[in-house]
């Protein structure tokens, strides 16, 4: 494995849909895709929802978050252009994580995951808590909390299906409102039609398979576990939107309550994908809360 | 125990500073003090704070209340002029307010609890659910909740001392803001100064010390005891001020998450005291939460 300073060097005044995808191999022998862009002391690396690839990032997000600072996309080991299988427990995805941020040489990080990637995040503060410095966990839910296990049926009709839809994926990640779907249109349109040269590998069944028998064992309603989250000392933000169909507010509320340092918004007018209807008013709301100390 | 037609009647048109105090005897033989203003088919029974009587309501939200609904407001066992011992339980407490909804006749309640109010509202949708329609649990916290126990000392020093004074109650009640200390002196404006006449009884040091126990009671660490409220399957609407010293947000937030069917709200430049800040909004909020469904 090389490291070179060529390879971990960020693209500064660059568009997320103008960024290079680039490959670090890490100390697992794993090929990481990843994306790197903006400038910083702490970088922020985003861990992706179900599914998602570096291209199912909304670029009009990046590039907000980008502009106060370094921000780095990857794909977790066995996920689109990233070599390896896909492990099917959020342990072992954490593992995978920690070992790209450090073939990456970052001492300390902010994270900000996204749905399966929030349980991610929530891990990795559990694991090496040292690696990090402040926590974002936006559409999120703390393991075995009751009533998510396995998401709703149209919800994994969907967006688990073998071949997704516009559809599908507008009706859970945006709320059933003219003004929440239009949001949803534009947000796709920037999704899916932004970027033309130089796309992401499309995630594969084998991907969806692992990463939802990892979901359901997160779901797995067991009390006890709750508890877990209080160990997690850094400061926390938690948000999440109003009517998200596939991981419910109540289970913010519920991060929000169980983690000793956290600070808690809900979205109105929309569902698992706030953060990309909301794109420049969530980047900011990160920002305050990055900077709130350092 | 005689209940006359009179005696339940609520007033009409009435100002809460111009209600009288009545009396009712239940059945546990306890001679009620209470308020009763207002006019709907559901009565809303309000359960006071640590401390308070009929008095400590304000009465600009108590007025705002009863606009739209009958307003109940009595003073529990032991507690001013209300006869017997306080209790040192949440569970005892709320065996005596049930007394009292019972003495009423009235069949179906809408709780509005606060703080340790809002624990006994808790204790009955547990107790007797089928004698509730809705909840709303105002500057409130599960059972078991880590790290609420005794409250911080500054709060027990500013509200628990023998003799209370204006700067402890705006000091935990207000958050220190410009904005919210105003608030603070006009609420207090309206609570001290507002009724002159048939003024109730203050509230003993034996309340103080009951009550208090039973607030440390419930604060004792214990996360198995926060799955109690899963069993809450009522409509609940949990409220807070979000600088409350004397019971955080956080708890509100955890509320909301295990309770199978809340909506949460968190009020901006406030603190325990956030309903009375907010009298006509939050009158508002409550109103439109009483009114989702009939």
Redesign the interface.
């Known amino acids: 494995m090389a490291i070179t300073e060529e390879r971990t060097r960020p693209e500064t005044r660059m568009r997320y849909a103008d960024a290079s995808s680039r490959r670090i191999t890490a100390g697992n022998a794993i090929d990481y895709a990843y994306r790197d862009l903006g400038v910083s002391g702490v970088p922020l690396v985003l861990l992706q929802h179900f599914r998602g690839n570096l291209d199912n990032w909304d670029p009009a997000l990046v590039d907000a978050l980008a502009a106060d600072r370094r921000v780095v996309a990857f794909d977790n080991v066995g996920v689109a252009a990233t070599s390896g299988t896909t492990p099917n427990t959020v342990e072992a995805m954490t593992h995978g994580a920690i070992a790209f941020i450090e073939a990456m040489s970052f001492e300390r990080v902010d994270l900000l995951g996204f749905s399966i990637g929030s349980f991610v995040a929530q891990e990795i503060a559990l694991i090496r808590p040292d690696l990090l410095r402040r926590v974002v966990l936006a559409s999120s839910a703390p393991q075995g ?3 998510m296990h396995g998401w709703a049926p149209e919800v994994i009709g969907a967006v688990g299906a073998p071949e997704t839809t516009p559809e599908g994926y507008l009706s859970v990640f945006f709320a059933p409102t003219d003004t929440s779907r239009e949001a949803g249109r534009q947000a796709a349109g920037r999704i899916f039609g932004g970027r033309t040269a130089d796309r992401d590998e499309p995630t594969t069944w084998q991907t969806r398979q692992a990463q939802y028998d990892a979901v359901c064992a997160w779901g797995i309603p067991n ?2 576990l ?2 877990r989250v ?1 160990a997690i000392g850094l400061p926390v933000f938690v948000a999440a939107g109003d009517r998200d169909p596939m991981i419910l507010p ?11 340092d ?1 600070r ?1 918004k ?1 979205y109105p007018d929309s569902a698992h994908g706030f953060l990309f209807q909301y794109h420049d008013k969530f980047a900011a709301d990160v920002h305050a809360f990055l900077e709130e100390s350092n």
């Open positions: 909390a009751a009533g009390h006890s709750l508890q209080a109540r289970y913010s509320y519920l991060l929000a309550g169980l983690l000793p956290a808690l809900i």
